[in-house]
C-alpha cells in the first residue's frame, strides 16, 4: 500500500484514521471533503490535514451533483425503504464511493478508507459502490481493523499521536452518532438504544417541534418538469438550491421528523431518529404532480418497483446493474410529469391542497357527477364487470 | 325476475331505487341495511321501507364482523392504495355482497340491487364480490339502466311515486357525494372537480382541522396481538371498539384528513377526501410494532406485495383467491407481531414514540454503538461486503 | 361512418365482413392485408377486394418490421406466458393495429375493423391498442354486432352477396381456428375443445413429428449481438431472415410443438395447440447467452419482472406505458448480451451445449475447483454467511 | 468443542473430515448418514466410521420425508431457478440441516460440521438453514479452514491417519464433483469449466441419450391431490416412490437432462449439468393440472412469486420466515389442483397431451367456437375493452 485516499471529515475520528493509516500502513495519505449539504465549514479540514502533514487535500462541493444525480432521480421514484425512511445517508454514499474512486485513480493511490464502523450499512454501501466501479481498488475499513474499540481508547490515540482534540467541542458533543447531508440529519445510538424511549426535544437540529411552529399555515407551491422540481413559487431554482429551500420552510414548520425502527442489510435492528424536511415535502408533492399526471398501470408498476428499489440503494446497491434498470424504468414514465403541486405547510404536517398540470390526464368532462355529454358510456361498465367477473363465477362453482 | 335484495340507505336515492325496481319489474323488493358505523342511525329505515310497502325488511349491526373481518386483515397488511388511500369505501363493499348474496338466499331471491352509479369503482365491487360468492346471482344496477340521470328527474320520480322527500334535509344536503363508516368518510363532487381547488374546510366532518385541534399532545399505547389491537391504553376492546375509541381520539386532534386523485378501476381518474382517523393511527401503529418483531425479509416481502394486495381490494377482488392466497401469507407473518406502540397526537400529526415487545427482534446487545461484548463479530462484515461484491467486480470488468 | 379501414385476409371471414361493412354502414372499405409471415400470399387478397368494389387496397411486407421491432424486443424478455406460450398472435396484433390506425389517418377514414370474435383475446389486443394510438379512433367489430352466429348462416349470406366460395378449399378446410405468423401457427376449436383428447397429429404443419424427424443431431451457432440474433452459423442476417431460417431448422426437427390449456383475457379457459419453432430455440439460447453475460441481479430482475410483461402482450397493452417502462429497463440490461449460443437440435429437443462471449462474466479462474491462486477467499464465505444468518438466529430465539 | 455432529457420506473426503475434526479440534464426533435417494448404499458408511473410532452413528432413511416435505411442496410452487434449474441439490440441503441441528440436541453436540467447500452454495445452504433452526449452534466448515487444498494433500492426509484410501474407486472416479438424490444428480467440474465445451456423453448417468432412448413414446397418466402427485397410471404411491418411478420411465427415454451456467449465491457464475429425470416431468405435469383448475390470477400470483420463492431455495432460506410466508399463499392455492394428466414420454421430450378434473375451471359451453347458447354474451366484451382502453385514450392525448 503507497497511497490511501480517506473520506475525510475533519473531525477527530477521521483525523486519528488519517495518522492511524499513515503509521500502520507506512503510506502517503490523500484526504477528500466533501460539501453534501451537511450544514459545516469544510474548508477548516485543509488545514487539520496539513496539520497531519497531507501532501494532497481534496476539497469539493458536491451539492449540486448530490441534489441532481443522485436525490432528485430517487425521488422520482417515491422511495421509502420500509414504508418510513426517506434513504438520507443512503443516498449520500455512492457519490463519495464515487469521488474517491476517482481521486484514487488521480492520484494514483491503491487503496480508499472510510471512517464508517463494521456494523453499520454505511461500510457496505462504501465498498460495494467502490467495487462496482473498480474492481480492483483496495478498501481499507479502520473499524474493522484496529483495537480502539472505545472512546478512551480514541483519545489515548489521538493524545500520544498530537492529533488536536477540541476538547471544549468534544464536551459539548451531541452523544449520538450523526450523519447529515442536504437531504437529512439522523441520530443513533445513546438514548436511542431503547426502542421504548421517546426522543428527547433537544436532540432535533433542522426542524423546530410542530409544538413551537408557527400558528399560521404558509402555502407553496412546487413546479415540476419530468419529475423533478425546478421552481418554487414560481422562481426557477437548481436543484441544491430547491432543497435548501424546502428544508429551510419545511423546518421552520416542523415538517419531516421520524422516529423509526430499521432492519440494517448487516442483519440487525437500529433505531434511528431522522430529519428530512425538504425531503417529506418532495416525496408528497411528487406523488400529487404524478396523481395527475401518470397514467394508472405506469403508477402501480412504479408502486411495485419501489419497495426493491429502496432496498437497494439503502443496502448500497446504487451502481448495480438491477437500480440503473429500474430507473430506466421510472424515468422513461416521467417524461409528462409536470405541473405545479400546492402544499400547505402547518406544524408538522404537509398537506396537498392542489395540483394542475397541462398534461393532466384528470378528465373533469368524464369524471363528473352531473351530466357528461355522453363522454363516458355507463352501459360499458355491465361489460367491464361481467367479463372480469367471469372467472370468479366460474371459480365458484368449483 | 320475482324478489330483489336492495342494499338499502333510507335515503331519497334507495328510496326511489325501491320504488323503481318494484315498478320496472313488477318484483317484491326486501331491503337491507346495515350499520358498519357510518355514524347514523339504521332504524328509521325500516319505517321508510314499510311506507313503501316492503314486507321483508332486513336491518342488522354488522360493525363488529366488518371491523374483525376486513378491516384488521387489510390492515395487518399495511394496505395503502396508491401510496396515500387507506381503501375506506373499498374495504366495506365485500361486506355488505357478502350479505346481500347471503340474504338472497335466504329469501329465495333471484337477483340483488344496490344503488352505485355506472362511474364509480363501487358497482364493481358490490358486483365482483357477489358473482364470487354465487355464481348465478342476477344483478340489478339501476343508475346504469334507468334514465334519470339529473337530481331534477330524481325528484319529479319521487314525487310522481309519492316518495316522501324531506326538503329540508334535501336543501340542507351537502353538496359532495359522500361516504361512510367505522373506517372513514369520504367527499367527492362539487368543488372538488377542480383538483386544483382547496377542499373548504366545512367539508370535513369527522375532525377537526390541525388548526382546531388542542395545543396540548395526547400519547396513547396501543397493545397489539398477533397484528391486531386488542388494548387501548391498556383497557381490552373488540376491534370495533378499538376503531370508535380511536376515531374519537383521533379526530379530536386533527388527524387522518386526505386530499387526493386517485386511479379508478373503470379507467378515470378522480379527486376525492378522505378522513380516516383511526385508520391513520393504526397504520403507523402497525409499522411500528412491525418494525419491532417481523423479521426484516417478511417485513419486505410484505412491502413487495402489498400494492397488489391494495389495488385487488381496491378494484373489488377482496372474494378473490388471488387476495385470498396474500392473506395467507400476510396472516402467516403476524404470529409474533405482538407488543405496545406508543403514540403522540397533536395537530394533525400521529407519531410512534416508543414500541415494546416480549418478541422483540431487536438486540440492544448486538446494535449497541458501545462494546458489545463480542455479541456481534466487525470481521464478519469484510467477507459478507466482498461476497456481495463479487458480481459487481467481476461485472465493472465487462 | 364514411370510411373504414378493415383488417383484410382475402379470405371468406374478412370478405364477408367487407361486403357486411359496405351494407350495413353504407360506408367506403379499405382494406389492408399485411405478410407477417404467416406463409400464404398476399397479393390474391387484391383481386378479391377489386372483385368487391374497393378502391384503396394496402398490401404491405412487414416481416422485418415485425420481427425486429415486436418479436425481438419481446425475446429480449424471455417472455413466456403461463409457463409455457410463447405469445406468438398476441406479439403480432399491435403492429396490425397500428398500421390500421395509421392508414385510417392517410385516408380520412373514422374507423377500422377487424375479424376477431367477441369470445377472444383478439378483439381485445386489436382494440386496447388501436385506442391507445389514437384516442378518437372508431371500432367495428362485426362479430360483436351481427347476427351471424353459425357457419351457415355465414355462407348464405356470402352466396347472397354474391362473394366467391371457394367450395373446394371450404371443403378442405382445417377444422381449426387457426392463425399463423412468423412466430407461430396456432389451433383452436374442433376436437380440441376436450382437454383430455390428443392432438391429431395431422393437425400440425409447420413441424414434422420428433418421431418423423432426422435421426441424426444438427447443430447450430447463432451470434448474438445486445440480445438479437445476428447471425447463424456465422453467416449474418436481418430478423426476420433469422426467424425465416431457424423456422425451417427447428420444423424440420420437430422442435415447437405445444398443447396447452392457458387463461383468456376476457375470464375463460381455452384449450390451444401452438407451433412455434424459431421460437423455441430463440428462448433456450438467448438465456444461454444470457447466462454467460448478464449479472446475476439484473437477470433475477427480468425474471421478476417477466410474467407481468408477458401478461401484458398477451392482454393487449404493447403500446401502454407500462410496458414501455419494462422494455426500457429489459433493453437497458443487454448491452453486453453478445456471444455465440451452440444448440443441438434432435427430434423435439433443443439443447444448449455451448456458449462463449467477449463479456462473459464467468470467470473460470474463480470457480474453478483447482487451485485458484487466491483469486476467491474462502474465509470471506464465513463472514458473508454469518451476516446473512444473522436475522434467522435472532428470529429462531423469538 | 467437546462433540460434533458430522454430515457423513461414507467417502474419502468426508472420512478425513471425521479425522481431521477428531485431531484439530480433540472433540468426540458423532456421524449422520442418509439415505435421500442418492442410489448409494449408506450401511457401509457404518463400517467406515466405526473404523475410525465412532461411537454414535446416525444412517437414516429420509426419502420418504425428503420427497413429501421438501420436494413436493416446491413442485406445488413450479419453482425454477433462473429459468431452467430445478433445484435438485438445494432442496436437499435444508433436510439434512434440520437431521444435523436435530442430532447435535440429542447427543449434546456443540456443533455441527459439513464437507461443503468455500466457493459453492451448499456452505450458505448447510449454515443458514442450521441457524435459522438453532441460534447457537456452532459449524465446522474444514474446507474453509484447513489448509489441503489440493487432492494430492487430501490423499497425504489419508495416508498419514491411516484413512482407507480404496485406490480403485479412487482411479475410476468420475472426474466431476457430483451430487445425488431423489430429485437429481449434478455435475460440476473439470471440462466442464469451459462453458463452450460440450459435455462429453459418459459422463450422464440417471438418463440415456435421446438418441439411445426407445423408438416408441409412451404414455403415462399421473393422478394429482391437492397439487401433488398421488398415482401413476392408476396405481397408488407414496411421494419417494412417485419420484423412484417417475427417475424409471423418464431416465429410460432420455427425458431431464440439462446443461446450464448459473449464478452462485457468493457471486461467481458456475456451469453446472443436471439429470433430474422425475422432476422434468412433475414440472410440466403441474403446470398442466393447474391449467384446468387453478384460477387465472392465483396462476398468475404464483407466477410472479416463483422466480423470488426459487431464489429463496437456490440461496439457502428455505427455513426462513418469508419462504414460509410464500408457501402459505402457494399451498392455499392449491386445494382443487386435482385431477390427472396424461404425458408422452418420448426421446428427451415430455408432451402433456391431455388432462381432466373433477375440479376443472374450462368451460366447454363457454369456450366452444360453436353456438353457446348464451352462455357467453359477446356484447360484454365491448365494455370491457372500452373501460380497459379509457386510461390509453386519455393517454393518447396527453
Given at each position: 500500500m503507497k497511497k490511501v485516499v480517506l473520506a475525510y471529515s475533519g473531525g477527530l475520528d477521521t483525523s486519528i484514521i488519517a495518522k492511524w493509516l499513515q503509521d500502520t500502513y507506512s503510506c502517503e495519505v490523500v484526504t477528500f471533503t466533501a460539501d453534501i449539504g451537511q450544514g459545516e465549514e469544510v474548508e477548516p479540514a485543509r488545514l487539520k490535514a496539513e496539520a497531519m502533514g497531507i501532501k494532497e487535500i481534496y476539497i469539493e462541493d458536491l451539492r449540486e451533483e448530490f441534489a441532481r444525480d443522485f436525490v432528485f432521480p430517487m425521488f422520482r421514484a417515491n422511495a421509502i425503504y420500509e414504508g418510513e425512511y426517506l434513504l438520507g445517508t443512503s443516498i449520500a454514499r455512492p457519490l463519495i464511493s464515487k469521488r474517491l474512486v476517482e481521486i484514487a485513480k488521480e492520484v494514483g493511490a491503491d487503496a480508499i478508507s472510510h471512517g464508517a464502523t463494521g456494523k453499520g450499512n454505511d461500510q457496505v454501501r462504501f465498498e460495494l459502490n467502490a467495487y462496482a466501479i473498480n474492481s480492483e481498488i483496495q478498501i481499507i475499513a479502520p473499524w474493522r481493523e484496529w483495537d480502539l474499540s472505545s472512546r478512551e481508547s480514541l483519545m489515548d490515540y489521538a493524545e500520544k499521536h498530537n492529533i488536536e482534540v477540541d476538547y471544549k467541542k468534544q464536551s459539548k458533543k451531541s452523544p449520538y452518532s450523526m450523519d447529515a447531508n442536504l437531504l437529512h440529519i439522523s441520530y443513533e445510538g445513546d438514548l436511542l438504544e431503547d426502542p421504548w424511549?421517546?426522543?428527547?426535544?433537544?436532540?432535533?437540529?433542522?426542524?423546530?417541534?410542530?409544538?413551537?411552529?408557527?400558528?399560521?399555515?404558509?402555502?407553496?407551491?412546487?413546479?415540476?418538469?419530468?419529475?423533478?422540481?425546478?421552481?418554487?413559487?414560481?422562481?426557477?431554482?437548481?436543484?441544491?438550491?430547491?432543497?435548501?429551500?424546502?428544508?429551510?420552510?419545511?423546518?421552520?414548520?416542523?415538517?419531516?421528523?421520524?422516529?423509526?425502527?430499521?432492519?440494517?442489510?448487516?442483519?440487525?435492528?437500529?433505531?434511528?431518529?431522522?430529519?428530512?424536511?425538504?425531503?417529506?415535502?418532495?416525496?408528497?408533492?411528487?406523488?400529487?404532480?404524478?396523481?395527475?399526471?401518470?397514467?394508472?398501470?405506469?403508477?402501480?408498476?412504479?408502486?411495485?418497483?419501489?419497495?426493491?428499489?429502496?432496498?437497494?440503494?439503502?443496502?448500497?446497491?446504487?451502481?448495480?446493474?438491477?437500480?440503473?434498470?429500474?430507473?430506466?424504468?421510472?424515468?422513461?414514465?416521467?417524461?409528462?410529469?409536470?405541473?405545479?403541486?400546492?402544499?400547505?405547510?402547518?406544524?408538522?404536517?404537509?398537506?396537498?391542497?392542489?395540483?394542475?398540470?397541462?398534461?393532466?390526464?384528470?378528465?373533469?368532462?368524464?369524471?363528473?357527477?352531473?351530466?357528461?355529454?355522453?363522454?363516458?358510456?355507463?352501459?360499458?361498465?355491465?361489460?367491464?364487470?361481467?367479463?372480469?367477473?367471469?372467472?370468479?363465477?366460474?371459480?365458484?362453482?368449483?
Open positions: 424511549q421517546e426522543a428527547e426535544d433537544e436532540m432535533w437540529r433542522w426542524t423546530v417541534s410542530p409544538e413551537n411552529a408557527p400558528d399560521k399555515p404558509e402555502y407553496i407551491e412546487l413546479t415540476y418538469e419530468k419529475g423533478d422540481i425546478t421552481a418554487i413559487n414560481g422562481s426557477p431554482m437548481s436543484p441544491a438550491k430547491v432543497m435548501e429551500t424546502l428544508n429551510q420552510l419545511a423546518g421552520a414548520h416542523g415538517i419531516g421528523r421520524l422516529d423509526i425502527v430499521e432492519n440494517r442489510f448487516v442483519g440487525m435492528k437500529s433505531r434511528g431518529c431522522y430529519e428530512t424536511p425538504a425531503g417529506t415535502i418532495m416525496l408528497k408533492a411528487h406523488r400529487a404532480i404524478e396523481s395527475l399526471t401518470l397514467d394508472r398501470e405506469a403508477a402501480h408498476l412504479k408502486d411495485e418497483l419501489m419497495p426493491k428499489y429502496a432496498k437497494l440503494i439503502y443496502n448500497g446497491f446504487w451502481f448495480a446493474p438491477e437500480r440503473e434498470m429500474m430507473q430506466a424504468a421510472i424515468d422513461a414514465s416521467q417524461e409528462n410529469v409536470s405541473g405545479v403541486v400546492r402544499v400547505k405547510l402547518y406544524k408538522g404536517n404537509t398537506s396537498v391542497v392542489g395540483r394542475k398540470s397541462d398534461n393532466s390526464l384528470f378528465s373533469e368532462k368524464i369524471a363528473t357527477f352531473e351530466d357528461d355529454g355522453g363522454a363516458y358510456n355507463q352501459k360499458d361498465a355491465e361489460g367491464f364487470i361481467k367479463l372480469n367477473a367471469l372467472r370468479l363465477r366460474l371459480k365458484s362453482l368449483q
